[in-house]
């Protein structure tokens, strides 16, 4: 790797975890009001809508903004006619949805989803003209711009959310929230990045981006099908009440593993495609990034999951304690979480989309038999298989790397060793805490210190290959 390419790499490594690490410290710090102001079946509701919502976005996308990053240098005629394409497939959504609001509501048992239902469909359109500015500014590595846009649009909604609810509105708090997210975000995409669609309608154009997406679409609709899955089976056998503890379980969960996942996406895609023609190169990037993102991760989560129930308690309240054995479950399911997004970055950098669609298909489908085997004992048991399905995929993704870039199974496990003791010592230095400690909130105050005093004591033990990188990230120099 040149000079510039890891100069223009620090760079952007900082300003885009600083774009994602502030939208989700005020997202999560608007869902902690929430939660205190909305009653847990309220949140039910909304997942049970946003079920539909999550799986019209991906149609929306098309995997069209993956593939205009992918391919580095895109033309005006390519940009212009993804737009098109993808504001005429989000009408078609949005309508979609408006008609078949009873028929959801039919099917959980509950009249007022069609309102919800009919409110939520405005994301599809205001997303849709999203597609373009958004891949264009990751193409371009522009994280300091993005920052500006995320921060505007979290802040702008969560004050709208937070006054619905305040009001008395409930789960129209948290419609509201997503529809002024997307809206503001859109609009400040558009004044921030100047770009505007100066091109003409083109369908061989549009077909060109479209040949890679398709894969990706379908890749994505799996890959949301199946994490929706769950709370379709969650809303249809139990409670709102009970979906919305397992909701917020999920979304607190999700957090941390969306704030990576969009690091690496935003990080990995456009620098591996950049190097498609220099394997070792790439293969060498990949691994420096797997052996950081795991050596960070691992024990967050191990320490996430020991200090689960005193966290809920404390942030959230205790009405949401039933949250906290659920919580704590997720949270080893994501332990692996950087190679599981790494893992796929590559394959898609390298040009690989239908390598992606068939290995999310047997993930996939691994993890649908498991949810079914499990779904008839309760929802701990549910939490329970995606912890086994995350260790069967990861398995899977590095398999199918291993075919094209030398980087498989067996070289991934030993990344993974290279972390399990500092995991380990990690998780049990949170949990002795917990157990030591009464009061909820010191219990996880210390308990996460001394998680990650441990991991970095470990860590300058063992010469974990990544703290040279960690410090020089810290630093602000070239890696």
């Known amino acids: 790797m040149t000079r510039s ?10 300003w885009s975890g600083l774009e994602i690490g502030v939208r989700y410290v005020v997202q999560f710090g608007v869902m902690v009001v929430l939660a205190r102001l909305i009653d847990p079946a309220s949140f039910g509701l909304v997942a049970m809508v946003t079920v539909f919502t999550a799986l019209g976005t991906v149609f929306v996308d098309s995997g069209t903004g993956l593939a205009l990053i992918q391919r580095q240098n895109t033309t005006k005629d390519e940009e212009t006619s993804t737009l098109f394409v993808n504001l005429a497939i989000s009408v078609v959504v949005a309508l979609v949805l408006v008609g078949a609001a009873p028929a959801i509501a039919s099917f959980y048992g509950h009249p007022e989803l069609v309102g919800l239902c009919v409110a939520m469909a405005a994301v599809f359109p205001l997303g849709a ?5 958004d891949a264009l500014l990751t193409q371009r590595m522009a994280f300091r711009t993005r920052t500006r846009v995320e921060l505007v649009s979290s802040t702008a909604s969560g004050v709208i959310a937070i006054a619905c609810a305040y009001a008395g509105l409930g789960p129209w708090a948290l419609v509201a929230q997503a529809i002024s997210s997307i809206g503001a ?11 505007r669609p100066s091109g003409r309608f083109d369908s061989r154009a549009a077909r060109s981006v479209g040949s890679f997406g398709g894969y990706m679409l379908v890749a994505g609709l799996i890959d949301t099908a199946y994490n929706r899955l769950q709370t379709v089976w969650i809303g249809r056998m139990y409670s709102a009440k009970e979906l919305g503890y397992y909701t ?28 498609r023609d220099d394997l070792a190169e790439a293969r060498r990037i ?4 797997m052996r950081l993102g795991l050596f960070i991760f691992a024990p967050a989560m191990a320490t996430l999951a020991a200090l689960a129930t005193p966290l809920v308690r404390t942030i959230y309240g205790t009405a949401w304690s ?31 989309p239908h390598l992606v669609l068939r290995v999310e298909v ?6 649908v038999a498991l949810l079914a085997l499990s779904a008839p004992f309760g929802m701990v048991a549910i939490a329970w298989s995606t912890v086994l399905t995350s260790m069967i995929s990861c398995l899977l993704n590095a398999y199918f790397l291993g075919r094209i870039m030398n980087y498989g199974v067996r070289a991934q496990l030993e990344d993974f060793a290279g972390v399990a003791l500092p995991a380990a010592i990690a998780g049990l230095a949170a ?8 009061v909820d909130l010191w219990a996880a105050i210390l308990g996460c210190i001394s998680a990650a005093a441990s991991t970095l004591i470990v860590g300058l033990a063992l010469g974990h290959p990544a703290l040279p990188t960690v410090k020089q990230i810290l630093r602000g120099t070239p890696t």
């Open 5 to 14: 390419h890891k100069t223009k790499l620090g760079g952007a490594a900082r």
């Open 129 to 133: 003209l999203a597609v373009v500015p």
């Open 185 to 195: 975000r859109t609009a400040m995409l558009y004044v921030l990045s100047g770009w």
């Open 248 to 275: 917020l379980a999920q979304n607190t969960q999700q957090a941390p593993t969306s704030f990576i996942a969009a690091v690496l996406n935003r990080l990995g895609l456009p620098l591996l495609s950049s190097m």
């Open 286 to 289: 990949l691994r420096g990034g």
């Open 322 to 352: 039933e949250a906290g054995t659920l919580l704590g479950i997720l949270s080893l399911a994501a332990i692996p979480w950087p190679a599981h997004v790494l893992n796929l970055v590559a394959l898609n950098s390298q040009g690989h």
């Open 362 to 367: 047997l993930k996939k489908s691994t993890g």
């Open 431 to 438: 949990w002795t805490c917990r157990q030591l400690i009464p």
